[in-house]
């Protein structure tokens, strides 16, 4: 109610809101949200949640589990490896949306729930992959709809940086499973593995064995796109195209070797340096992603240039 009196001593009255907030601070958007709707109809709202838990005996209030027709874009962020049962996310199973034209999509993050803000610890754990695309995205999301800097908060990365920054994540798996809370902290609902990724990650992302999110997917997409319709799709006939792509990610190790790992195999033929090709199709899963998250777009985000 504060925030509510705040807005309206504001004059011109705002036209758009844009908040960001992590765990109750991103349930805490959802909740101020939905009342400005009753108060404001007409300011746009967007939010950027980082991994929203909504606390013991919250998770079901109306203002904490439903997005309504104010809210024109939500982000969130969900963590993968926090393993506290009282630490439930509101994912797409917790949530309703009012409005079907609300632009909405759920990106998982590995690591545990503060693993995606704590950039400075998780730099110096060689874990801070995950904290520095979500600060980044978080920025280039804001910067989109308004919100003013003074400095830029992250460096403004390239699509072959992000695309080698989500390779990091998937090889230090491991590393960022082991971040998971121990048993000291677990005692606060057990050692559990979040239902979304039990269940029903496929509807989260297309093409889970490779890609983390679906930001994953579609910046790959966008910037490797003759070799994401050969493996991924089982499409085109350019192989030109397709190795020209690979040779995109020479400069980059990381993610030269995940394509290695997915059958990419650099050779010599006849003195010549080439790179043979993966089956066709070959990165391809039965996925059944859902309608929302699919159709998400974020270019009306501003993730993409």
Known sequence: ?????????????????????????AVTCTKLAYKLREIFPDIAVNIFAVDPV???GNKGDEDASTIRGNVKNYLAVLSMHETRGFFKPQ?????????????AIYVPFPGNHSGQVNLDKTVKKDLGEAAQMVWFLAWKFLDHFGTQFTTPPAPDYDGLEQCDLYAKMKYKIPGYKNTSPGFSQAVLGARKTRDYLNHRI???????DFFISEHHRRIFKRTLPALYMWVFENQGIDTGAVIQDYKKAAFYPVLKQSLIDI???PTTLSGVPTVLLPIRGGGQQAVDISARQLTASM???????
């Open 1 to 25: 109610m504060h925030a509510v009196a705040t807005i309206a001593e504001l004059n011109p009255a705002p036209k758009t809101i844009n908040m960001l907030g992590w765990s109750r601070g």
């Open 263 to 265: 059958g990419f195999q």
């Open 54 to 56: 909504a606390g013991i």
């Open 91 to 103: 994912d797409a199973k917790r949530v309703t949306f009012t409005n079907r034209a609300t632009n």
């Open 299 to 305: 270019s009306s985000m501003g993730l993409y240039v």
């Open 202 to 208: 496929d509807q989260y992302v297309k093409f889970s």
